[in-house]
């Protein structure tokens, strides 16, 4: 019993610490998978450096965006799922 209550703090430690540090961040994870995945040509988009521009090829990892100044090869993963969200929440 003794062994038991000296173990008790490491491993309620260890749930807390999976409840607020491990369990959000993968749940983060999955719903930027899922964005990346329901991506589709003519979405408005922004990009983690902050380029706004509109998806006009698709590709398996990248995307070309279409801004102002002409259009740009990415990778899916450099398109911020946050932003993108503010952003079509105005429109």
Do not use: W
Not at 65 to 84: F, H, P, V
Request: aromatic residues 8%.
């Amino acid at each position: 019993m003794d062994q038991i209550s000296q173990f008790l703090p490491f491993l309620l430690m260890f749930v807390v610490i999976y409840f607020f540090m491990i369990r959000p961040q993968q749940k983060k994870i999955k719903q930027e998978k899922e964005f990346e995945a329901g991506l589709k040509v003519g979405d408005k988009i922004i990009t983690k450096s902050g380029l706004h521009g509109k998806i006009s090829e698709l590709a398996d990892t990248t995307v070309v965006i279409e801004t102002m100044s002409g259009k740009l090869k990415m990778e899916r993963s450099a398109i911020s799922l946050e932003l993108t969200a503010t952003l079509n929440k105005k429109v």
